[in-house]
């Protein structure tokens, strides 16, 4: 649990660890350089708590204090929390049940309720709903190109996985969703608790609001440089499949354009909008949806990667696709 300077959430967020049912767990809490009160709340927990540690490594950043819990964890499970979020009382106990339970599975993660309700805008609920359901390893391998399917707080993680997988990295991107996008790379099996275990404050001054590495075009760049590596984009390829781009827009265009820019080559676009059907944009044929059904019955059926962001455009989409046979991963994509 890295904190900087979060003195007015770290008691509630404390209290909340030591409720837990499960009992057999380490605080790891790394401050990274507080200024305010934050590493003496801390000290005084560990005082009548021996499960709770103060590490202070000095001002190292975010993803360093992140690497420095994970190379001093004892125990064979990560627990991520963060220093204004609150757990429910059997988070820990639910999800180590999980992954012992599940062998197969290297990550849980659990559903989240937003907080406080003044702070919640209407399009981060839908996000946090649309998270929610991502429960199966398979719906979330599924969704992973939309937006990150977890929530960081919420994730518990065998140590060994996270460790052969090369831990936490620094760059111009999320460091969180870049982890589950590697994972999912190296062929590593995501699930989720489908239960509210975690409480997930929102604020103004939360850093995903404000460092520019979980702006939207750092999330478009990495997300293109994850998705012309993947597993079932390439084995389309392989096989000559012909790979079609749902949504010819301008913005649209903007965020394939980088995609391509990895040497992926698309043979098409779909959209709906009357006015781009029959032309050539980008010099690519731009055809109606209803061009998919019929080329879903040729030998060589197209891998559909759908580009429309509008949530409830893509679950139509997502229905249209499945009615026509065409199958979320092996046959088509999501993209955020």
């Known amino acids: 649990m890295p904190f900087r300077n979060a003195a007015a959430t770290l008691p509630e967020c404390l209290d909340s660890l030591a ?3 499960f009992d057999r767990f380490e605080v790891l809490a790394i401050d990274d350089g507080s200024t305010d009160a934050s590493a003496v709340l801390v000290r005084k927990f560990a005082a009548v708590d021996c499960r709770v540690r103060l590490v202070q490594p000095g001002r190292v950043g975010l993803v360093a204090a992140l690497n420095l819990g994970v190379e001093m964890a004892a125990g064979p499970l990560i627990a991520r ?3 204004d979020d609150v757990m429910l009382p059997t988070r820990l106990a639910a999800q180590a049940a999980y992954l012992a339970e599940h062998p197969d599975i290297d990550l849980v993660a659990t559903q989240v309720d937003l907080f406080p309700p003044e702070e919640i805008a209407a399009g981060y609920r839908e996000y946090v709903r649309w998270q929610n359901a991502c429960l199966t390893p398979d719906q979330i391998a599924g969704n992973i190109y939309v937006e990150s399917p977890l929530a960081h707080p919420s994730v518990m993680i065998r140590k060994a996985v996270l460790q052969r997988v090369g831990g936490y990295r620094h760059g111009d991107f999320p460091e969180d969703y870049e982890l589950w996008l590697r994972m999912h790379a190296a062929g590593c099996r995501m699930a989720k608790v489908p239960q ?7 604020s103004a ?7 520019p590495r979980y702006d939207r075009a750092a999330f478009d760049r990495l997300r293109a440089s994850y998705l012309a590596r993947a597993r079932w984009l390439r084995a389309a390829v392989a096989v000559g499949r012909p790979i ?8 649209t265009r903007q965020r394939v354009q980088l995609l391509f820019d990895q040497g992926v080559q698309a043979a098409a676009w779909i959209d709906i909008n009357p006015r781009k059907i029959g032309k050539v944009i980008a010099g690519l044929p731009v055809h109606p949806p209803e061009w998919l059904e019929a080329a879903a019955l040729e030998a060589t059926r197209p891998f559909v990667l759908s580009y429309v962001t509008n949530h409830g455009a893509r679950d139509l989409i997502e229905g249209q696709l499945t009615a026509w046979g065409y199958r979320l991963g092996e046959d088509y994509l999501a993209v955020g």
Do not use: C, N, P, Y
């Open 244 to 251: 079609i781009v749902w949504g010819a827009g301008r913005k």
């Open 19 to 21: 409720a837990q049912t």
């Open 205 to 211: 001054a939360r850093t995903s609001r404000v460092d």
């Open 196 to 202: 509210v275990l975690l409480r997930w404050r929102e």
């Open 81 to 83: 929390m963060d220093a």
